[in-house]
């Protein structure tokens, strides 16, 4: 009876295996899908050549453009760079979930975002959430502004970022979510 199990054993492991690899290559495929996303992949790198902040472009690293989701995290996030460049409250709106609407007047927003450009935007990694309702996106960008705009606890001209935003579906769009990952940014001077 031993060698009957055996005999056996090799090839139920070969099967075995060979079905956890082919799961493998086909997971691997579908979250590989063909490039849909604007571009191509930016550098890794979060530095800004040029005239700061930077192109006003919404790029995506290697390692965030594999993610399934880029092409609505680029587009989102480009609105919502956008309208801070631009003073566009309503595009803001737009692009925010209704929680972080709630919170913000516009007359506020204008104020505290009047001499901000942002510039040399990277999505640099893109992370979802196991039931697949929130993003969490880590961006680099640079910001410039008057050091009375600037945060209080770092008032510079010119701040290099790392932040995680959080994004969520509503509606069937994706949005930028308010959530405690987006309150501990990592800033350094220009």
């Not at 054993?9 to 979250?31: D, E, H, K, N, Q």
Request: aromatic share 8%; net charge positive.
């Amino acid at each position: 009876m031993g060698s009957l199990a055996s005999r056996w054993l090799v090839p139920a492991v070969v099967v075995i295996t060979g079905a956890a690899v082919a799961a493998g290559m086909v997971g691997r495929a579908l979250y590989l899908r063909p490039a849909e996303a604007a571009g191509s992949p930016a550098v890794p790198s979060s530095s800004v050549v040029g005239p700061l902040p930077g192109s006003a472009e919404v790029r995506l690293s290697p390692d965030s453009f594999t993610h399934p989701d880029r092409t609505a995290v680029q587009r989102v996030l480009q609105a919502y760079f956008d309208s801070i460049n631009t003073l566009d409250f309503p595009g803001w709106r737009s692009v925010v979930s209704a929680k972080r609407v709630s919170t913000q007047r516009e007359e506020t927003w204008i104020a505290a975002y009047e001499s901000t450009r942002d510039g040399g935007m990277v999505v640099q990694r893109i992370e979802s959430d196991v039931l697949g309702r929130r993003l969490r996106v880590l961006i680099s960008f640079v910001s410039t502004q008057d050091v009375a705009k600037a945060p209080p606890a770092f008032p510079e001209k010119c701040i290099r970022w790392r932040v995680v935003y959080v994004m969520t579906w509503e509606g069937g769009a994706l949005k930028v979510d308010d959530a405690p990952e987006s309150r501990t940014p990592q800033m350094e001077k220009c």
